[in-house]
């Protein structure tokens, strides 16, 4: 079973920058595609970004686009999500989340999500 854990949350001011980490253990990250999601109090899960399972390919949400960037090392089995010029509109639970095949922003094709890690943007 693919386990995956994040870490790097917390809180930021506005314009300040925030490094997410998500650690997989079980399996070998290699094969598997992997994705960033959030869900904001009162609305529904967003796709923040993902990437394929050699980290050549990536996709972002017109949102975070020139602010966040995602990259993974299988070496380490971790991916990460730098986010910079973060708003307050980027408060929200981020999950990382992996699927075996292709990368995608649609979040109900993953098969294994981590627990959360909150990002509040407040002064």
């Known amino acids: 079973q693919l386990q995956l854990v994040e870490s790097g949350g917390g809180l930021v001011q506005p314009g300040g920058s925030l490094r997410l980490s998500c650690a997989a253990s079980?399996?070998?990250?290699?094969?598997?595609?992997m994705g960033w999601f959030r869900q904001a109090p009162g609305k529904e899960r967003e796709g923040v970004s993902c990437i394929d399972h050699r980290g050549g390919s990536t996709e972002y949400a017109e949102s975070v686009k020139g602010r966040f960037t995602i990259s993974r090392d299988n070496a380490k089995n971790t991916e990460y999500l730098q986010m910079n010029s973060l708003k307050p509109e980027d408060t929200a639970v981020y999950y990382c989340?992996?699927?075996?095949?292709?990368?995608?922003?649609?979040?109900?094709?993953?098969?294994?999500w981590g627990q959360g890690t909150q990002v509040t943007v407040s002064s």
């Open positions: 989340a992996a699927v075996w095949g292709m990368a995608t922003m649609k979040s109900n094709i993953y098969d294994y």
């Open positions: 079980g399996f070998p990250l290699d094969d598997y595609a």
